[in-house]
């Protein structure tokens, strides 16, 4: 059964690892027919979260920039697949901003049941991932018919292009794509 897949990149490194474990899933999943849409937070204008809460009487962000487009296509999204690299044992500050600004989806009527983490980080310790995605797992908490669903983490990842180094952690991204 085809379902809409939402792949959100948030790291802003050309070269990105993150990113390219990103497309690989985006590939997995169109390959086993998802209608598939990967954005990348790259090149887009996205201001911190204020606090001021207009989102949950409005609908909508008071602040105008390119938050707004991803909130309604993560509103229409099935599943969503957020890729990070791991600075400090954390996901990126890209990430964090950016799950603070979907808060007009709290409350809402929102269509993702299934979401998912791709990270990557230079450590290469198991206890590298758990905070980033405890994080995810804050947020997916606040959505009741959400379930955070997995993770693929690759560790031992620093240089730009590296994970292409790494076929199994490659080959785990493109097959969560397929098992979406």
């Known amino acids: 059964m085809s379902k809409k897949v939402l792949i ?6 050309g070269g990105s690892n993150s990113d390219i474990l990103a497309k690989e899933c ?3 999943a169109k390959e086993a027919g998802h209608d598939v849409e990967l954005i990348s937070l790259k090149g887009k204008n996205i201001k911190f979260c204020i606090g001021c809460l207009a989102c949950h009487e409005k609908g909508s962000c008071v602040l105008k920039d390119d938050a707004a487009e991803i909130v309604e296509k993560a509103r229409e999204a099935e599943v969503i697949v957020y890729a990070t690299p791991i600075y400090y044992y954390e996901m990126s500050g890209q990430m964090k901003t950016l799950l603070d600004r979907l808060n ?3 409350g809402a009527e929102y269509h993702f049941r299934d979401i ?3 990270a ?3 450590e290469n310790e198991e206890s590298t991932f758990a905070k ?10 606040c959505f009741e ?3 955070l669903k997995g993770m693929v983490a690759g560790g031992g990842i ?3 292009n590296d994970v292409r180094n790494h076929a199994d952690v490659m080959q785990k991204a493109y097959i969560l794509g397929k098992n979406l």
């Open 8 to 13: 959100i990149s948030t790291s802003l490194r």
């Open 26 to 28: 985006e590939r997995g």
């Open 104 to 106: 007009p989806l709290y």
């Open 116 to 118: 998912y983490m791709l």
């Open 120 to 122: 990557v980080a230079a």
């Open 132 to 141: 980033a995605y405890n994080g995810l797992q804050g947020w997916v908490d």
């Open 145 to 147: 018919e959400a379930k």
């Open 158 to 160: 620093n240089d730009a």
